[in-house]
């Protein structure tokens, strides 16, 4: 089963960030460490790892749980 896409960014010609508006401010902080995490491996060319939920999820998931708990924003 596919989740359901609350962000989305876009590489070219700039990069920019899309949140859904309906989004928590918890919900809107996890899609975008989900995001800046897809940033950063098309950045560092590393493309096929930016496009694999199977890594990006669960990396977003702990970022975002370690940036919760030491309280950076």
Excluded: R
Excluded at 4 to 19: H, R
Excluded at 20 to 46: D, P, R, V, W, Y
Aim: no cysteine.
């Amino acid at each position: 089963m596919m989740a359901q896409m609350s962000g989305d960014i876009s590489i070219m010609p700039k990069q920019e960030f899309t949140l859904k508006k309906k989004l928590s401010n918890q919900k809107q902080n996890q899609t975008l460490t989900h995001e800046i995490l897809h940033a950063m491996f098309h950045e560092a060319g590393l493309d096929k790892i930016a496009n694999d939920e199977k890594i990006i999820l669960p990396l977003g998931y702990v970022l975002y749980q370690f940036e919760k708990e030491n309280k950076i924003k």
